[in-house]
């Protein structure tokens, strides 16, 4: 069974960074892509990126190039999104979610992670 | 990139149907056989119930049923139920130039 657990709840200041790390197991961890998602207060869902594990290369949205980072760990089956320069409108629920499709997207998440609060605030 | 254009609130009795517009444009609705839905219940992460435009995950009621038509395409879910109070939402695969995912502003499902 795929299960995706993310990190807990964070606080940060504005111009600060946050890193928010999803561990998979239940799967090939190296075999599907896992893209982040975010969920601002009462808000609908917006696409960060995805990252695939064998190897790593990431594609981010034009929106958060430049403030966004994803890695991930294949020793731990961990995947990692780091966001910087942090303003309050970056305050948000942050969900991992996988992609089904091996080696590749289709661009649709069967699993997601519980999401990660991250509250930005002076 | 806007958002796909969801209706922001639908509501049906129990039983009865209802169907949720997404729409789009040629660059991503219309040019692509790449849009999902999401149910959201309050509090917790989202599920599919569609993907790739009208196929259901296993374990998806046969309830919920997609379709698409030019830059829209359609959630329709037939046989209320309470439990299907939810926020729904679409997204897309964005091509051309573009290797990235949208997602419509959301639908709150209200069932009477």
Sequence with gaps: QVHLVQSGAEVKR???????????????????????????????LEWMG???PTGGKTTYAQKFQGRVTMTRDTSTSTV?????????????????????????TNFWFDSWGQ???VTVSS | QSAL??????????????????????????SYNLVSWYQQHPGKAPKVII?????????VSNRFSGSKSGNT?????SGLQAEDEADYYCC????????????????NLTVL
């Design chain 1, 14 to 44: 504005p111009g600060a960074s946050v890193k928010v790390s999803c561990k998979a197991s239940g799967y090939t961890f190296n075999k599907y892509y896992i893209h982040w998602v975010r969920q601002a207060p009462r808000q609908g």
């Design chain 1, 50 to 52: 995805v990252i695939n």
């Design chain 1, 80 to 104: 990692y999104m780091e966001l910087s320069s942090l303003r309050s409108g970056d305050t948000a629920v942050y969900y991992c979610a996988r992609d089904p499709v091996g080696g590749g």
């Design chain 1, 115 to 117: 999401g990660t609060l």
């Design chain 2, 5 to 30: 254009t969801q209706p922001a609130s639908v509501s049906g009795s129990l039983g009865q149907s209802i169907t949720i517009s997404c729409t789009g444009t040629s660059s991503d609705v219309g």
């Design chain 2, 51 to 59: 993907y790739e435009g009208s196929k259901r995950p296993s374990g």
């Design chain 2, 73 to 77: 395409a359609s959630l329709t879910i």
């Design chain 2, 92 to 107: 897309s695969y964005v091509g051309s130039n573009i290797f990235h995912v949208i997602f419509g502003g959301g639908t």
